[in-house]
């Protein structure tokens, strides 16, 4: 398993030997150990700037994904996932609003982000596929949390 992470942002400290365990317990569980991902933590200026050039979307977001087990040339290297892009400034924003830890908000993004990567959707879909993909959000991010637990 190969997880790259680059942290284009300084308002919020980043712990990449956490990011690493957690990425490697969402693959754990999504039994997908053996793939590779890059993760990039940026601002909100970055990601509007991102999710208007590429999705056509001139507003911030907290997460884009970009899979790269799409397209024509998707069976190039089957175990290349894609990139989860963050915004740390909306996690932020998004975990005061959701009564959680940044860092809780940060997990949360990165199951959805890699769900994403793995073909599941919410947005342009059926009701029962965003209900699917909702549901394996909850499932994964409540492992999570269990698994964190000190006692």
Do not use: W
């Not at 308002?11 to 690493?20: A, L, V």
């Not at 400034?89 to 609003?97: E, G, N, P, R, S």
């Amino acid at each position: 398993m190969k997880i790259q992470i680059e942290n284009r942002q300084a308002r919020f400290k980043i712990d990449k030997r956490k990011i690493r365990g957690t990425v490697a317990m969402i693959f754990k569980i999504l039994d997908c150990a053996d793939r590779e991902i890059s993760i990039v933590f940026t601002d909100d200026e970055t990601i509007r700037e991102l999710n208007k050039q590429y999705l056509g979307r001139d507003k911030t977001t907290n997460v884009i994904s970009f899979p790269l087990q799409e397209g024509e040339y998707a069976n190039i290297n089957p175990l290349l996932l894609g990139d989860v892009v963050i915004s740390v400034d909306t996690a932020q924003k998004d975990a005061l609003k959701g009564n959680l830890r940044p860092e809780e908000e940060i997990d949360f993004l990165l199951i959805h982000g890699i769900l994403h990567l793995l073909g599941y959707n919410h947005e342009g879909t059926s009701r029962k596929e965003a209900l699917k993909m909702k549901r394996k959000e909850k499932e994964i991010f409540g492992k999570l949390n269990r698994d964190n637990v000190v006692i």
